[in-house]
């Protein structure tokens, strides 16, 4: 794979991958100071106020395996260019929606293109960088992410304060076509032209299932009681799909997630961890713009504000941290300490009322931050740092996936339990009465109650996950043990399909392709590599990557 040599050129790589993921979780965020607005405007509800976010981030969590699994097949590069433009469509679709049922439908059509750009965007950063250089630009990466989560809000306030709610959707539209261009000019990835069959029955399975559950829990205890016909019809089917879907990803020939990927110790717990990190990140940029404007009367803008010391908690610590990881490959302290500090921020925040202390809400908001900070990233990092190229796209998706299922399944759930502590017919600010105000204030503290709980799985699963230093190579052949494989430096031999081989078989050996002037130094080379294979523990296995040019 031609890989990017120096700093500048990584940066320049980089650098629309990182525009489109910004314009994609800004999409997600930016919406919910202008909600308020929009629903008075539109005459919608409470539950309709949910599925605006929810609608998104279902289409979006349910689309990243897919996206995923492509990655693994066909053009990278494409794949993160045609999901860039379905979210214009959707972007610009929403924008012109006249009815709350239009504007979620068409928001579906956005997070089919988001889950695109945000499974691909990991997928191509860990195709460009092995998990030691990638920790050194994962705090960009987590920087970006945490500004579109957490500063939509604050641009949402002021597009609502000034040109109206309707450019929280086409302000997208020009950033994303920037995305279009850089990539064109700047990613280059070799094209991979296969043969394949894509597991549609798997996808169609996953997506099935996980969607049952996230409108069963949007929909229960308002429509309809959680031990009721229809609780059981929806748990059911989610059930039936879940299991059948768990059948044929065993026997499909490539599936949308890989079974094997949760042989592995350390991608398990890291996927596990994440979903309740989804849930943090997505459930307090939803509800706190919610928070300070109905409860507390402030503007969009000045909302949007209010919100500030949860994103510099988020882009300093996910920047420092990032820098830190990549000069000492070592990580898991910083998921430890960022569990802790995403706990107690939450917890804190479940004491708040009507009447809470704004500069005692700055520094619970900043505890969030530095703890959303400290894991995200990283925990996607731990997950590619477990496995081989081969199926860096799947886990690369799932891990994704995971996170945005908890922030999905967790806007869903605390939007439920919002609506039925608070029963009203219009979210028009305005013309709340002051119980009512106090009501949501008094509310949203419970809502950070459950989110703290959750939390606390993601501080169990960071403590249990086994550190495995950084790789410096960008490949790796997994044992299926959980335990990490020794790597070889990059430049070591590969067989005339270009792919990594392994050693300690002659066989293999007969594959390579020498040049009359090298095969003395490659022999000599391939046996201390088989020397090497016979000290190491059983499973374990050297791999290779390519060689190079001048020894061909």
């Not at 306030?157 to 076509?177: E, H, I, N, S």
């Not at 000045?302 to 990580?331: D, F, H, M, N, Y």
């Not at 999905?408 to 028009?428: C, E, P, Q, Y």
């Not at 600010?429 to 799985?457: K, N, T």
């Amino acid at each position: 794979m031609n890989r990017p040599s120096s700093h500048r050129e990584i940066l320049e790589a980089l650098s629309g991958i990182w525009v489109a993921l910004l314009v994609a979780i800004l999409s997600s965020t930016i919406v919910s100071n202008a909600l308020p607005t929009i629903l008075a405007e539109l005459k919608g509800t409470q539950t309709q106020y949910t599925w605006v976010i929810t609608s998104m981030l279902l289409a979006s969590t349910a689309s990243t395996p897919l996206w995923g699994k492509l990655a693994d097949l066909f053009d990278k590069k494409l794949l993160l260019q045609s999901g860039i433009v379905l979210f214009v469509i959707g972007s610009v679709l929403s924008g012109l929606s006249q009815n709350m049922e239009q504007l979620i439908a068409f928001r579906v059509v956005q997070g089919l293109g988001m889950g695109g750009v945000q499974a691909l965007g990991q997928v191509v950063v860990g195709a460009l960088l092995s998990p030691r250089e990638r920790g050194r630009y994962s705090g960009y990466t987590g920087m970006v992410i945490s500004a579109g989560t957490v500063g939509g809000p604050l641009a949402g306030g002021f597009l609502v304060d000034w040109p109206g709610w309707r450019w929280c959707f086409f302000v997208c539209v020009p950033l994303a076509l920037v995305a279009l261009v850089v990539l064109h000019k700047t990613l280059h990835l070799p094209v991979s032209r296969q043969h394949v069959k894509i597991d549609y029955l798997g996808a169609t399975l996953i997506t099935g299932g996980v969607s049952l559950v996230l409108m069963w829990v949007s929909f229960a205890g308002k429509d309809f009681a959680w031990l009721s016909a229809e609780s059981a019809l929806f748990a059911g089917g989610a059930l039936l799909a879940v299991v059948g879907a768990y059948f044929v990803e065993r026997r499909a020939s490539a599936p949308v997630i890989p079974l094997h990927l949760f042989r592995n110790r350390t991608v398990v717990l890291a996927m596990l961890g994440g979903v309740a990190v989804g849930t943090a990140m997505f459930g307090a940029s939803v509800f706190m713009g919610q928070y300070f404007q109905i409860a507390r009367g402030f503007s969009p803008t000045k909302a949007g504000l209010l919100t500030v010391p949860l994103v510099l908690g988020l882009s300093i610590s996910s920047t420092v941290s990032g820098q830190l990881i990549a000069r000492s490959g070592r990580w898991k302290s910083y998921l430890v300490w960022g569990a802790f500090s995403l706990v107690a921020g939450l917890a804190l925040l479940g004491t708040i009322d009507h009447g809470t202390n704004l500069v005692l809400m700055g520094a619970y908001l900043l505890l969030v931050g530095v703890g959303i900070g400290l894991t995200m990233q990283n925990l996607v990092l731990a997950v590619q740092n477990g496995v081989g190229m081969a199926d860096l796209g799947a886990a690369s998706s799932t891990a994704t996936f995971l996170r945005s299922l908890g922030g999905t399944a967790g806007v869903s759930v605390l939007g439920a339990v919002l609506a039925a502590r608070v029963s009203t017919t219009t979210l028009d600010a305005g013309s709340l009465s002051p119980v009512v105000r106090d009501s949501y204030g008094d509310a949203m503290g419970e809502l950070f109650l459950i989110a703290a709980g959750l939390a606390v799985f993601t501080v169990i699963a960071v403590l249990m996950i086994k550190e495995q230093p950084l790789r410096d190579s960008v490949d790796i052949t997994p044992t299926g043990s959980g335990e990490l494989p020794v790597a070889t430096e990059l430049a070591s031999p590969v067989d005339t399909d270009q792919r990594v081989v392994d050693n300690s078989r002659p066989a293999v050996d007969k594959l390579l392709v020498l040049s009359s002037d090298g095969d003395q130094a490659v022999a000599a080379r391939s046996a201390a590599l088989r020397s090497t294979q016979n000290s190491l523990p059983s499973g374990s296995r050297i791999v290779t990557q390519p060689v190079p040019s001048g020894l061909r």
